[in-house]
Structure formats: structure tokens, C-alpha cells
């Protein structure tokens, strides 16, 4: 029943722009690291930021001068803004999440169902 819940995906024109959301759901004691990675027809997946639970954030070369991660600690809601969109930033995104199931442990690795972004004119 614990899952990342993912919205925000959609069609936009190059240099337009999208926002993601994802927060998690479910009996969580505790959510570590999260962000969001890609994943384009015959590509590898591709981290795109991350965000620590300190709001610590790291991006990707492509994403660093046109995309912002923001972590909110009130539901660990994680969100991506995406400026300048260019069709090569086509692909399916994907909500990552390290989250505490239980007190004790370690964390587990959770990931969205994915949601589609599209750049086209």
C-alpha cells in the first residue's frame, strides 16, 4: 500500500514548461532521499535531481540550468519544475523515493508508476 503518488505529466511546446509532483502515500514512518528520474524509448533511466531530507539537491548536467527540485517536509512532497523544455526531454518520469515502512531498518527503495512528459509543436 506504501507508493509514490505522481502528477504533473503532459503535452507541452518546446520552451514551454511543466511542473511533477510526487508525494508519498501509505503507513511511512520516515522518507529519506527523493527526486525523479527518465526514462526515454530506447534509453537507459537517467537520474534527473534528487533531494535529501536536509534539502540537499543534485541535478543532472542537461537538468541543472532549466530544471528546479524542491523538497516540502510537510508530506515530503517533491516537485520538479521544468523550464525550456526541449523534445529531447521527452520520456517517462518517474518519482523516486528512499522511505522507513517500520521504526527500526533500513530504507527501502520505492519508485512511481511513471507519468509521460511530451515536447512537441
Known amino acids: 500500500q506504501v507508493k509514490l503518488v505522481e502528477s504533473g505529466g503532459g503535452l507541452v511546446q518546446p520552451g514551454g514548461s511543466l511542473t511533477l509532483r510526487c508525494t508519498p502515500s501509505g503507513n511511512i514512518f520516515a522518507v529519506g532521499q527523493m527526486g525523479w528520474y527518465r526514462q526515454a524509448p530506447g534509453k537507459e533511466r537517467e537520474m534527473v535531481a534528487l533531494?535529501?531530507?536536509?534539502?540537499?539537491?543534485t541535478y543532472s548536467d542537461f537538468a541543472k540550468d532549466r530544471f528546479i527540485i524542491i523538497r516540502e517536509h510537510g508530506e515530503n512532497t517533491v516537485i520538479l519544475q521544468m523550464n525550456n523544455l526541449k523534445p529531447e526531454d521527452a520520456a517517462v518520469y518517474f518519482c523516486f523515493g528512499s522511505l522507513w515502512v517500520h521504526e527500526k531498518g533500513s530504507p527501502r527503495d520505492y519508485w512511481g508508476q511513471g507519468t509521460q512528459v511530451t515536447v512537441s509543436s
Open positions: 533531494a535529501s531530507h536536509r534539502s540537499e539537491y
